[in-house]
């Protein structure tokens, strides 16, 4: 079965910094896709960024980027220059590429990290 | 811009009791699911529907359970006798499509379930 992995349960980090989430998955699988989602407090989740595993160059949105490592099966968040809007829940999730056995793309989620953005 | 939306936003109830949790989905999205996060612990799948039928299913939705799209817009998740172990937080999202890379599921704010 798939599994997704985050270790820290917390994090903290300046305006205008750079933090990085990590994020740890396994499967058998071959093709599949990778997703960051962010819950701010009481608001719903909305995707931030996502990887196909197939695909070796890592993916970038704006001031959000990955570092998708498919042999160690590891997949960070890197936030650069982080603004106080960025504090939120940020939760790693899998799923399963188009052809896996009639899959509806049901996501599987890590625990999430609570990212802090200190003035 | 088009968002899923979830009523109520919190629900507590005895155990036992029925509860229907409601989502409306995005308009022209055709896939639905359920999702559930018990505090401190994943974000689990439950069920996802399509074509008014469940299409997938986890070990979590048991007989107790139970989803239908009564009126073409709400997308409902029904707890038949609420367990106390039944309190989380219950997302809904939709998505234009299923499995894909450009298939956004797009999720709704949730519904905090306590059982009592």
């Known amino acids: 079965a798939q599994t997704v992995t985050q270790s820290q349960p917390e994090m903290s980090v300046q305006e205008a910094e750079t933090v990085t989430l990590s994020c740890t998955y396994d499967t058998s699988e071959s093709d599949y896709y990778l997703f960051w989602y962010k819950q701010p407090p009481s608001r719903q989740m909305i995707l931030v960024i996502r990887?196909?595993?197939?695909?070796?160059q890592n993916a970038t949105e704006n001031r959000f980027s990955v570092n998708f490592q498919k042999a160690a099966k590891s997949f960070s968040l890197k936030i650069s220059d982080s603004q106080l809007g960025d504090a939120a829940m940020y939760f790693c999730?899998?799923?399963?590429?188009?052809?896996?056995?009639?899959?509806?793309?049901?996501?599987?989620f890590g625990k999430g990290t609570k990212l802090s953005v200190k003035p | 811009e088009p968002e899923v939306t979830q009523t109520p936003s919190h629900q507590v109830t005895q155990m036992g009791q029925e509860v229907i949790l409601r989502c409306v989905p995005i308009s022209n999205h055709l896939y639905f699911y359920w999702y559930r996060q018990i505090l401190g612990q994943k974000v689990e799948f439950l069920v996802s529907f399509y074509n008014n039928e469940i299409s997938e299913k986890s070990e979590i939705f048991d007989d107790q359970f139970s989803v239908e799209r009564p009126d073409g817009s709400n997308f409902t998740l029904k707890i038949r006798s609420t367990k106390l172990e039944d309190s989380a937080m219950y997302f809904c999202a939709s998505s234009r499509m299923a499995a894909g890379f450009y298939n956004e599921q797009f999720f709704g704010p949730g519904t905090r379930l306590t059982v009592l």
């Open positions: 990887q196909e595993a197939y695909k070796q």
């Open positions: 999730a899998y799923r399963v590429g188009l052809n896996y056995g009639g899959s509806q793309g049901n996501l599987i």
